[in-house]
């Protein structure tokens, strides 16, 4: 009974089977056995095992046994192009192009051909050519190894040898089966990259964490996977949608610059680097991605105005006027960058000129009015606010819930005297934003004008209950402020107690509050409280410098000197400006 | 050659009046030097600066001028008194510093005031608002001054800043309404920190917001010399300690009587309507001219009254805070509208800091131009190379262009050129051609003379009222000249501007003109009008009598 069982048991775990699942979850030696065992059994379509055999060995890197065992394959299916192909790809593995060409022709010459053996000739014609044809546009698709291909012979035909390993590198950790990888890195003394047999079902692991939203089971498994194999770019990029999803910027940031030293130039990344910085508010970071972006492709709009908008933010608006001036100069001019032109021009007190850009902005682009504050508003009501009034009523009319706009368009035609379509506009603010505070005053002061006395206080009233509101939230600030200055006024004991009362009261300032209390705390050597207090700092934005620098600190009085460089790192990046 | 020269002659006087103003302050020995407080500006106090007033104190028929000066401070506690200052016009274009002979020195922590006849005796009283009681000096008649203050009851002993004489109940006696602003003490003076962030980059003082505002008082004139403080029975209370800087009387609402207009610091400003009874309304809000446009609160330091349009109404101007606008207030009749950007004021008033503000017909040519006195309250603006901000600021002149103004600063002449820490200014025919020209006070530096010297201007009358039968000077009283088809209308009022105090006569360029009619409509409504008078002249009024010209000097 037992022996039948058996029996039934080997019959229904088909070899071929228990070897592919074997395969692609990585346990080669397991998947030869199970695969010489289907082949023990002289199955039909034996053809197959060999070709799977042959997959095999190329994943060990024994590639005469592999280049055996697809010959065999063909040698029972001669017309089995996907072997052609896995027997080009031996060849070249083991240096022997012209095999390699012959066995790639014969696949190509059948109609169903995979397409495989196409990309592989291309590849091929790569290598041959020294990338002497290849286009020299910048990598698109970023897990791409054909694309660092393709740039990595670019380059290296260029002379930019270093530039151009770097490229080979990653292409062959995202993709050691590519035997052009090797032969470019070989030329070059690069050795491919360790085997990682796993690589592939660890990395699908990973994904399936973050589809299903387990972030910090994501980041962990894609993090383990970069130990092993650091340029395998997928899962860099994998690690930083973790992060940038669970609100992580600046350790995603630091994933930016470790791929960034990893990759050649690549334009995307120091785009969606820039961009990051920028939200981070990291400003001098956002201002070197988008200048490195730029040497890579010139007048790019959408990096002009990431450069002049990180210039704005680090508070240089000469900079960043001079680079709206290059970008309008150079024919991309957009309505974000005559509004980030307009701010800065505000910043320097230019205000004519300020209103002009803004002014500018709306016209190339009424949805402008919607990030264009209140006072730009009321400010585009000089002489030829006529012809723009125009622009936002069309606006209006495809987004009628744009509050900004109504509100522009109410208090232009309350002063135009037009009264009753000033009520409609406000109204309508009114009904979509209730608490909006300019809505309800300019309707009060509608309704006095029109002799309606009742509906003028009534609006009068909600106008100021809402500004009473704003006023307490002043007066509160205000307070914490007054903390804040006796907090530094006070000696070390008191001054905890005080910011330790004051991270209670959750203010904007909180982030720096906490920072306060962490350096107190560490003044006083209490360093689990102090990193305690720099952790609950960290808001993931420019202003995490000081928490990491206070991180760092702590973790040096701890004895960590590793960690302790890993945050000084963080922190200096964060503070990093371009000369 | 003759018909060449007379094209081009005529080419130069079609191209307009060339508007330019000359600093002669010290040519014409206006040299004191008004201090306020230490140079870091650390306290409140010590920014605010201070005012001027212009009077004609020994009625020669030459206007003179008295600057309102506090204290110095020095490191190590130590404080330097500076007296106020009164010079007398000598009429030739200089001045003589007459203050120890009047009797009107002082060495209070000075702020500003306001003039007016208090008592009726045809003779011009000084208020002067400190930081500390304030002081009344009656005018002698002979050259000198005594302090009334006590006897008056009008001592206020808060930190006042502007002040106004109206007669809101016409019984003929002017009362007396003072704008007071922080409560505070020499302790937090000397021990002041500069612990708040402007624009988030340089630490400045502290204030006015989070601070203590201080209760307004109103005084009730009693018509024998005394005054008693009405303040809560009047209404004044309503609206009171908000940081009141800027005071103006006039009368909004066309009603026949003079209301209240004040301008609070960081807080919506009061307008308070005269009920008729003694008592008054705050109606700010909903009259349009307690926020900007967008229902906001400003800095409002300083305010005048005129109408810039041409309709009959006067309409309001205010200064404010640098890095927001200075606010005009067009009167549409019982409420207001801000219609500081339709109008070209706001664009040039966002960067500087105001202060002093005047309606005045620069260039005479029947409609009211614009100046601001300026200057910033933060000497740290100039360490920082972002603010885009400095210290010491440029006065600034808009002209009047058919009820759009145009910022005309940079070709007005030499007396524009030099930035200062200016404050409170005053407008006034110092030199007796029948032009207004300004005086301000600049903080810890001596003071501007700005002469009027435009080349090519209107003609012009002044015009002083006597009223026998309401307050001496006429205050409230409302004139209105029509010449050539254009009608302008000013009224008589005391104080203004910012802590200051205006030539009482009223000012009116005629252009071309070379007659007008001039209807005086006094406080309690009696008209009188009288036609066809010759331009180029001034005028005084006596209620009743045909106005008398006076001879030119």
Redesign the interface.
Known sequence: MASVLLWLALFVQDPRELGRQALSEGRLDEAETHFQAALASNPPRVFEIHYALGRLYLQKREYARAREAFAACLSRAPRFSPALVGRARASLFLEDVEAAVADLTAARSFPDAPAEAELLANDLELYLSRGADASPGSIQDLASAREYLRVGAVLLSGGETDAGLRSFRVASAIDDQNPIAFLFSKEIGEAPPPLYPTLPAEFRLAREAFERSDLAGAAAALERILERRPSFVPARLLLLETLEGGERSVDALVQYETLAEELPPVFELHARAGRLALRAQAHGLAECHALRALELKPQEPTMLFLLAESQLGA???AEAIATCERAIASGAATAPIYFTLGNALH???E??SS?AALRKAVELDPQAAEDIA??AL??L??EEYRSLRSLLEAHVEEHPRNVNTLYGLG?MS??EGELEKARQYLERVREIAPKD??A???L??LH??AGREDL??ES?AR??EL?AEEDAL??EG?RL??LR?RAGNAGLEERIEILTELVKSPSEETSADYVLLGEALLAATRLEEARDAFERARSQTARDARALEGLSRVEAALGDDEKSLVYAEAAALLKRRCP | MRIAAAIFLLALSSSGPRVQFVDRAKSAGLEVVNWSGGAEKNHIVESTGNGVLLLDYDSDGFLDVYFVSAIRLLPGRKTEPHSNTLYRNRGDGTFQDVTREAGVGSSAFGVGGAAADFDNDGLLDIYVTNWGPNTLFRNNGDGTFSDWTERAGVGDPRWSIGAAFFDPDEDGDPDLFVGNYIETSWEEVWNA?R??LWRGRVQVLDGP??LPGSRNTYYRNEGDGTFVDATESAGFLSGSGQYTMGVVSFDYDDDGDVDLYIANDSMPNSLYRNRGDRTFEEVG??S?AA?N???ATQGSMGIDVGDFDGDGRFDLVVTNFA?DYYALYRN?GG?F?D?S??T?V???T??PLGWGAHFFDVDSDSDLDLFFSNGHIYPQVDTDP?L??TFLQKNLLLLNQGGKFEDATASAGSGFEIPRSGRGSAAGDLDSDLDLDLVVSNQDQAPTLLVNETDGGGRAVLVALVDPRGTRQGLGARLQVTAGGVSQIRQISSGGSYASQNDFRAHFGLGENTALDLTITWLDGEKEVHEDLPAGREYVVRRGAPPLALLPR
Do not use: C, K
Request: zero cysteines; proline letters at 1%.
């Open positions: 508070g240089h608006a910043g320097r007190m205000i004519a209103i209140s006072f009321s400010s009501t000089t208090v309350l002063r505070v300019q309800h005053y300019n009060a002061l006095q004008r003028a206080r009068m106008f100021q500004r002043w007066r205000h402020s007054n200055i | 920190e612990v708040r917001r989070g809000a909903l349009g926020y446009a967008d229902g890095h549409l409420s509208a219609d950007f339709a070209g706001a664009v040039p966002f960067a972002v885009h901000e």
